[in-house]
């Protein structure tokens, strides 16, 4: 079987990035070819792909998704590290076990009611697992593939996979922006009504999820204490400040 070989257009060079067919990512697929022998080629994501994820798919995303996907998880990660029955997930495919339902993975995700909570899971079986994400987290980007997906598509999956809550984060245009929904008692959607401060509540974490000052990074608030949750470096950065005060 040969090496991974990309198909581009001729002066792939001179195309606009709109224009790039690989612009969502790529996955490798085996093709024959007139000659009888194979080659692995890799071939370009769609919108539809992006939906239900593969092993070994490779997502494009910028710098800003990379870095806010990050520091969300690393903050709930933290929240929820001494609860030995609450999983934080990142990029986990979901399986719902649902004929036709196709299974994305959220860029976040908190799962309540796990069992063995370290074991290492290459995707997220509900049926098997016996419980499913009460939150997820799509951080949505400038593609307007991934705004379509995260916006309309995914929030229809969710909500038929009975999530709970679902929370999607815009990227700066000029300001980042939440938009949540919860699910009603029928098991529809209903949008999430932020409050006086556009912090939005999130009822299964008891959480608030907001927006910095300057309109560029999301925040998250303790509910109860009204304390801000802090990234693993403000932290750090926190604990060298008062070393310094000593």
Known sequence: MGEPARRAPADYEDLDELDDPFRLGWRLRSVHLPDGTSEVREVPLTAEDL???QLGDHVVQNSWHVSTVFA???ILSSRYEASPD???????KMIWGIRGLPGPAPDVAVIPGVRDKARTRPSFRVRKEGTRPALAIEVSSDEPEHQDNDHEKKLRIYERAKVPEYLILDL??????WTGYRLD???????????????????TTGLQFAISPDGQAPQIFDAATGERLLT???????LNRLKKLL
Do not use: H, M, N, T
């Open 172 to 177: 700066p245009s000029p300001v980042c922006r």
């Open 232 to 238: 693993s470096s403000e932290i750090r950065a926190e």
């Open 86 to 92: 609450v999983l934080v997930s990142c990029d986990l």
């Open 51 to 53: 939906l239900d994820p």
């Open 72 to 74: 969300l998880f690393d």
């Open 185 to 203: 008692k029928s098991g529809r959607y209903q949008p999430i009504v932020p409050d006086a401060e556009g912090r939005i509540l999130s009822r």
